[in-house]
């Protein structure tokens, strides 16, 4: 029998989906699992986008080009530079997903073998896309106690060698939530400056930010545009995880022209994405504000009712919507199957991530796990209940 490739064995597996064959045996014993593992948010997407696609006309359904069509980069363009990126068309490479856009940026930035620093916990996909493109990730960690903050910067040049060839950033932070600050984000400029680093920033969360805090990108820092690569996504600014599409964007002409190449090689982004897309940009502000505040809602819902539980912490993030909590148990990916295989509430249970799957550094989140909050109030509260009732009855358990 063949074997397959070294690359497939090493190959991580998702840890927010590694337990859904547990979830799918629960829910066929007739269990209600409420679903705390995965950021598929619940917010209707915006009319406008579904509204394009419905009327969409045309006779053929033909290829776009591999950089993305015009007229989507233009209105991409509008949306950016509002947010004060001050960026053309040609700074815009259209990718199926923020997926694509991470590994591109992989692929046209770093050699096989050489290094980026993330820190940890971080998404655990870029484990993923590292493999995919022979890239060594040096984990820096990050610690619940401190709300996840950036680590000193000291311990970054630590890690920095001859091989080290970026830093990657997640803003507001998967799986943490964490917002950083203008005062991180120009120590991270100096840093790359210092030693000649590319900052890859990952804001797919960027809309979300809560208690009137400020976003801020590397874009917005004066004297890095030759190192910033920044990669997004429409999947949660819209709740439109299911069109694959993304962008990568860049004002360094060597990374465009070099990520071209890698867009020609898998020809185009969809045609259908790009028109819901361009529509998209168009939302009305209305529409965030009122996403906004019904995460916050939440998010203070699921903090509190996890500080409320003996043994258990989670700091307030600032944006994004997730936390990860620490919890009084002896092994986050036990509990997390224990849940699904023997534990129920009235014939409920909560499915959700551990976070060893979002470190790097062996040993690290044992004892925590992710939580999306993206249920409904009423939903979540339920979920806290089945989770604090299950805390104590946990045979693992810790206090």
């Known amino acids: 029998m063949p074997k397959i490739s070294e690359k497939g064995v090493q190959m991580p597996a998702s840890p927010i989906r590694k337990l859904t064959p547990y979830a799918d045996k629960a829910k066929d014993k007739g269990v209600q699992v409420y679903h705390l593992n995965i950021g598929q948010p619940d917010i209707a997407t915006p009319k406008g986008m579904l509204d394009a696609v419905k ?157 009137g805090r400020t976003f801020i990108s590397p874009m917005h820092l004066e004297g890095l545009d030759q190192n910033v690569v920044i990669m997004d996504t429409v999947s949660k600014r819209y709740s439109a995880c299911g069109a694959r599409l993304g962008c990568l964007i860049t004002k360094n002409k060597e990374v465009i022209a070099a990520g071209l190449k890698f867009a020609q090689a898998r020809l185009s982004p969809g045609m259908v994405e790009q028109i819901a897309g361009a529509a998209a940009v168009d939302t009305p502000d209305a529409y965030f504000e009122q996403v906004n505040k019904e995460y916050t809602l939440r998010r203070d819902t699921l903090v509190k009712r996890l500080n409320d539980m003996e043994g258990v912490y989670c700091p307030n993030p600032g944006g994004a919507f997730y936390v990860v909590a620490k919890l009084p148990i002896d092994d986050a990916d036990k509990f997390c199957k224990w849940m699904l295989e023997d534990f129920a509430h009235d014939g409920k249970t909560v499915m959700m991530a551990p976070a060893t799957g979002f470190y790097s550094s062996a040993g690290s989140g044992k004892n925590e796990v992710r939580m999306a909050y993206v249920l409904n109030i009423n939903e979540l509260n339920e979920a806290m209940d089945c989770l604090e009732i299950a805390l104590n009855q946990y045979p693992g358990k810790t206090v």
């Open 55 to 211: 009327n969409i006309d045309f006779d053929v359904w033909a290829y776009t080009p591999s950089e993305g069509t015009l007229t989507y980069r233009k209105k991409l363009t509008e949306y950016y530079n509002k947010l004060g990126y001050n960026i053309t068309p040609e700074d815009i490479l259209v990718t199926v997903g923020g997926s694509e856009a991470i590994t591109i940026a992989m692929q046209s930035c770093v050699n096989e073998g050489d290094e980026i620093i993330i820190p940890e916990p971080f998404y655990a996909n870029y484990n993923g896309f590292a493999c995919i493109s022979n890239v060594v990730v040096k984990p820096i960690l990050s610690y619940i106690e401190n709300s996840f903050a950036l680590p000193p910067i000291a311990e970054f040049e630590k890690l920095i060698t001859d091989k080290t060839k970026a830093i990657i950033i997640c803003n507001p932070n998967n799986p943490t939530g964490y917002l950083y600050s203008e005062e991180e984000l120009n120590a991270l400029k100096q840093l790359c400056l210092k030693y000649d680093l590319f900052l890859f920033s990952d804001e797919a969360y960027r809309e979300f930010c809560y208690d």
